[in-house]
Structure formats: structure tokens, C-alpha cells
């Protein structure tokens, strides 16, 4: 399948969550703070490749991708390159690309992990469990009632099924972002520039 295709199919995945993130917000009345970076800045972050490939899509067509990957390869730090702090001395950021942020970026905080009993339960931030305890507490019985939540395994079910070698290797953030960023440039290697006007069916 072609790079193109992959990329549109993971972007209507992350169209169709982004869908029903929006009804659970407004139902559950969560939120995250706004301008808090906390989630970001944890060096434990682990994603895929194929999550990250319409941002590495993106960078190739802007001519950034052979950049960003040298960049990539002099990073030591486990944040996540995308992330860029607003300040040093509190939890303020943003992710520099949130067009092009990974399905693990768009899951936590508004999804649901099962717990060893088959119940589901919101994986969310100490910050919105504690700032926001009485929606958090009301939105996990709700959720015990039926009120539907993304589910963080059947999303990656859906995104392994679009390319399973990339979306089953679980990597550190960066590597993940590193591995997206290799696949693209390698199958344009020898290969002539997308024509975007054409179909990628």
C-alpha cells in the first residue's frame, strides 16, 4: 500500500476519533487546562510509527523530513520533539504540530483503558482527576451506565489493521517519530514527488 494511502486511512481514523472525542467532551464536561503541557513532557510517552506518519507526510512535502530526522538523531532527551515548552519554571506548553499529533496524543485524557475485570476506565491526568473531580468521578459512573468512551486498544486494533508491521511496534515518542520519518523517505528514495491530484485509492 502506498504511503498516501496509509496516510489518508490513518487520517480518517484520527478524523472519526476526533468525532467522538468531542461528543464525550461535551457529555462528561472534562477539559484539559488550558495551556498545560504535563502529559507531553513525560519522557515514558510511547507511540508508533504509523501514528506519526501523516506528520512525517507532511514534513516530506514541505522538504522538512530530512531535517527534522538529523535533529532526531542528535536528540538524547525522551520528550517528544514536538513538544515545545512556553516557560521553564511550570507545566505551559503546546505541541509545535497538533494538526499531525499521534492517535496516543489524541487518546489520553478523553479514552478508556480495560481494567483486569473487562471494566473500562478514563485514563486521564492527575490534573483533570483532581481539578475536575466531581466530572471525573461522575463521568466514570456514567461510564459504567453505557455512556460511550474511546477505547485505547480498539483504536490500535483499528490502526494495526491499516499497516501492521508499522502500527505494532511500540517505541520511546521520538524513536516512533524517528521510524515514521525513515519509512517515508525510503519509499520516496526511488520513487518520483506525490501527485496529490491524483487518487490514492
Not at 101 to 123: E, P, Q, W
Not at 180 to 189: K, P
Request: proline share 4%; aromatic share 12%; with cysteine.
Amino acid at each position: 500500500m502506498s504511503i498516501e494511502r496509509r496516510v489518508q486511512l490513518v487520517e480518517n481514523l484520527f478524523y472519526k476519533l476526533e468525532q467522538e472525542n468531542a461528543q464525550f467532551e461535551k457529555s462528561s464536561g472534562l477539559s484539559c487546562v488550558s495551556g498545560c503541557g504535563k502529559c507531553c513532557k513525560s519522557p515514558d510517552i510511547e507511540a508508533s510509527p504509523l501514528e506519526f506518519l501523516p506528520w512525517a507526510f507532511h514534513l516530506f512535502l514541505n522538504g522538512k523530513a530530512e531535517k527534522m530526522l538529523r535533529t532526531l538523531n542528535k536528540t538524547h532527551s525522551p520528550t517528544c520533539l514536538i513538544y515545545k515548552p512556553l516557560s521553564v519554571i511550570d507545566n505551559k506548553g503546546r505541541c509545535s504540530d497538533y494538526k499531525y499529533r499521534g492517535l496516543i496524543c489524541r487518546l489520553f485524557g478523553f479514552a478508556a483503558n480495560t481494567d483486569k475485570y473487562g471494566n473500562l476506565r478514563l485514563a486521564t491526568c492527575k490534573i483533570i482527576k483532581e481539578g475536575q473531580a466531581n466530572k471525573y468521578k461522575s463521568t466514570n459512573e456514567a461510564i459504567t451506565k453505557g455512556l460511550y468512551v474511546p477505547v485505547f486498544t480498539e483504536y490500535y486494533m483499528q490502526l494495526n489493521q491499516i499497516d501492521f508491521n508499522l502500527g505494532t511496534i511500540i517505541l520511546p515518542i521520538n524513536k516512533a517519530l524517528k521510524m515514521a520519518l525513515e519509512e517515508v523517505l525510503h519509499y520516496y528514495a526511488y520513487r518520483p514527488f506525490p501527485d496529490l491530484e491524483k487518487k490514492v485509492f
